[in-house]
């Protein structure tokens, strides 16, 4: 079993659509969870941060975390074309400097 | 603030030849850490160094990978002898430590012919 799992998609839903985006973790030492959005051919860039269980919100985009299910998600509400892209979940322990990556889900908005 | 600067952006070599990849992290960040990302999958960790540290490399082949992160300069992660097998896109991260999040580099794209 991979540490982090995710589903890769691709994914493929038309503009403001909600999109919800998921990942598992067997690791129950992970206690930073975030989000990144990764365009082609460039580098991830970090989206939502988010420590241990709990909702965060920021604009149009929700990230969930439970611990209790080791399942994390990130919803995009109205989503629009400049939204298309891939987007990695991640997470780390705490006092643990290297973190774990799913394999990113890739979304297509369609105008 | 110019982010996290890798370079060169691409990178070809043919097979037995070295490779030399840079990262310059962002100012203020003491922790670099490098990625391999291979088509359709995601970012496999490779090693994480502090000023003249290695502090994890698990992630490291055992042979022909060596990083680096000297007190001046960029960090470096030479392949030796590279393979076929290499060719994939680097991405390098920096940040202040875990519990902050990273900032990725644009990633150098190696190709071995």
């Known amino acids: 079993q991979k540490e982090v799992e995710q589903d890769p998609g691709p994914l493929s839903v038309p503009e403001g659509a909600i999109v919800s985006l998921n990942c598992t973790y067997s690791n129950s030492a992970f206690q930073y969870f975030m989000w990144y959005r990764q365009y082609s051919r460039k580098g991830p860039e970090l989206l939502m941060y988010t420590y241990s269980s709990g909702n965060k919100e920021d604009g149009r985009f929700t990230a969930q975390v439970d611990k209790s299910s080791k399942y994390i998600s990130l919803f995009i509400r109205d989503s629009q074309p400049s939204d298309s892209a891939t987007y990695l979940c991640a997470m780390s322990a705490k006092n643990n400097n290297d973190m774990r990556f799913g394999a990113g889900t890739r979304l297509t908005v369609k105008p | 603030n110019a982010g996290v600067m890798q370079n060169p952006r691409h990178l070809v070599r043919r097979r037995g030849q070295e490779a030399r990849l840079r990262c310059s992290p962002m100012?203020?960040?003491?922790?670099v850490y490098w990625y391999r990302q291979l088509p359709e999958e995601g970012l496999k960790f490779m090693v994480y160094l502090q000023k003249e540290n290695i502090i994890d490399e698990s992630g490291m082949p055992k042979e022909r990978f060596s990083a680096e992160f000297p007190k001046e300069g960029p960090s470096i992660l030479r392949i030796q002898q590279v393979v076929r097998g290499d060719s994939a896109a680097y991405f390098c991260?920096?940040?202040?430590?875990?519990?902050?999040?990273?900032?990725f580099g644009s990633g150098t794209r190696l190709t071995v012919v």
């Open positions: 991260a920096s940040s202040q430590g875990a519990a902050y999040g990273y900032t």
């Open positions: 100012k203020g960040h003491s922790h």
